[in-house]
């Protein structure tokens, strides 16, 4: 099983919401990520989680706020968000962050800030 | 900073014709990868190179390595309409994934 899984698949909030972003991988995988991905552009790697620690953030504004709970879990909190905050954003593990295994990345949610 | 440049940007090809995009990179690494995106879906894995001289090959899609120029190419033969996608190669440097600009391609029947 190769399997990542997003939800909600598509999120609309208000600038004064708050709301999470979930993220499951069953695979044993002990890195996982976060992405940002804006229409007609690569995505953008916003944090990196290994062994549930967070050993990367992209200087990405505080208004999202990552939480590794465990192993096969990733949260995204997201509060105050601004509507150039709208995107795709894709969550991806692999086994180890050495760069030697590939990323699986889930679904994506489509987030629209109004 | 690692810099990740595709090119063509944007590829409109024939069906049954051959085709190949360019990935271009800044720093060292034998770490690239290929990934391929439908419009409004995520990523697929495609190819994983990790030496160089890698080659790879699955169906009409072909992708080869060479670390001394910084170079990943990623060949299509005799392309078909489900080709069309966006293609994405990516370098791995300084502990993450850095993307290319993406390649758009368009396969014409």
């Known amino acids: 099983d190769t399997e990542v899984t997003q939800t909600p698949k598509h999120l609309v909030m208000g600038m004064t919401n708050k709301k999470s972003l979930k993220c499951e991988q069953h695979?044993?995988?002990?890195?996982m990520y976060w992405y940002k991905q804006k229409a007609k552009k690569p995505p953008e790697l916003m944090f990196v989680?290994?062994?549930?620690?967070?050993?990367i953030n992209e200087s990405v504004p505080s208004r999202f706020s990552p939480e590794c709970p465990n192993s096969s879990l990733l949260n995204l909190h997201l509060h105050a968000l601004q509507p150039e905050d709208s995107a795709l954003y894709l969550c991806?593990?692999?086994?180890?962050?050495?760069?030697?295994?590939?990323?699986?990345f889930g679904p994506g949610t489509r987030l629209t800030v109004t | 900073e690692l810099k990740v440049e595709q090119n063509p940007l944007f590829l409109s090809m024939q069906e049954g014709k051959n085709y190949t995009i360019y990935c271009n990179y800044s720093?060292?690494?034998?770490?690239l990868y290929w990934y391929r995106q439908d419009p409004g879906k995520s990523l697929e894995s495609l190819f994983v190179?990790?030496?160089?001289?890698a080659v790879k090959q699955e169906g009409r899609l072909m992708a080869s390595l060479d670390t001394k120029a910084r170079l990943s190419t990623l060949h299509i033969t005799a392309a078909v309409h489900d080709l069309s996608a966006t293609y994405f190669c990516?370098?791995?440097?300084?502990?993450?994934?850095?993307f290319g600009t993406g390649t758009r391609l368009t396969i014409i029947p």
């Open positions: 991806a593990s692999s086994q180890v962050t050495s760069g030697l295994y590939e990323q699986y």
């Open positions: 695979m044993g995988h002990r890195a």
């Open positions: 989680y290994s062994y549930e620690k967070l050993s």
């Open positions: 720093t060292t690494s034998d770490r």
């Open positions: 190179l990790l030496s160089n001289g």
């Open positions: 990516a370098v791995f440097g300084n502990e993450k994934l850095t």
